[in-house]
């Protein structure tokens, strides 16, 4: 059964913090995601990663930071939190860009 | 900036009734998915449509791509409570790597 697994499902932080939120997937997959989902917005992609050590920025990259050092795990760092980024973050992998995309459970992350 | 607008963005329906969700958009997209995610879980994929015009049947739903390749809708046949999620679809442009994603549409069938 594969599986695309998040480091926490709710995280509660404060304003200022450094926050990282990991993702690991188990099929081997090159290309990884991060979106974050809010209401009536849909899932909007922070930065994607198509192999280990490279990036690129996605439609919201502001605040946000991502790193890979291996091939099976993505994590986003949030350099200084802010009450704006207060969301859910989900994380995903494909194996070929345009097919389907495997997604983890979220992490529901409040900013005090 | 491409933008995939679905409708209704919300649906609360009595069990048996049949449904239809739409995806619409200004823009071509080279395939578009749709996806079903529940409470406190990730979007799980329902079904991919590459062809314009296409038309894929998954048990008691239907997915159409349209035939411009900018549209696509979801019909579902005598719903039940199982059905009950947020819908999403995603299309992608030719030539990039990400998939824009539509806002949703939150159904609830009652029993």
């Known amino acids: 059964d594969v599986k695309v697994t998040q480091s926490s499902r709710y995280l509660v932080k404060r304003t200022g913090e450094k926050v990282f939120l990991e993702c690991v997937q188990d099929?081997?997959?090159?290309?990884m995601f991060w979106y974050r989902q809010d209401p009536g917005l849909g899932l909007r992609l922070i930065y994607f990663?198509?192999?280990?050590?490279?990036?690129e920025k996605g439609d919201i990259p502001e605040g946000y930071s991502v790193s890979r050092e291996k091939k099976e795990r993505f994590s986003l760092i949030l350099e200084s939190a802010s009450t704006n980024q207060t969301s859910m973050y989900l994380c995903?992998?494909?194996?070929?860009?345009?097919?389907?995309?495997?997604f983890g459970p979220g992490t529901r992350l409040t900013v005090l | 900036t491409q933008l995939l607008e679905q409708s209704p963005q919300f649906l609360s329906i009595q069990e048996g009734e049949n449904l239809t969700v739409y995806c619409n958009s200004s823009?071509?997209?080279?395939?578009l998915q749709w996806y079903r995610q529940e409470p406190g879980e990730g979007p799980v994929l329902l079904v991919t449509?590459?062809?314009?015009?296409e038309v894929k049947k998954l048990k008691r739903l239907t997915f159409q791509f349209g035939d411009a390749r900018k549209d696509s809708s979801l019909h579902i046949t005598a719903a039940q409570p199982g059905d009950t999620g947020l819908y999403l679809c995603?299309?992608?442009?030719?030539?990039?790597?990400?998939?824009?994603f539509g806002t949703g549409t939150r159904l609830k069938v009652l029993a």
């Open positions: 995903a992998s494909t194996r070929d860009l345009y097919n389907e995309q495997f």
């Open positions: 099929m081997d997959h090159e290309n």
């Open positions: 990663s198509y192999d280990v050590k490279m990036k």
């Open positions: 823009s071509v997209f080279s395939s």
């Open positions: 449509v590459v062809t314009g015009g």
């Open positions: 995603a299309g992608a442009a030719s030539g990039t790597y990400k998939y824009i």
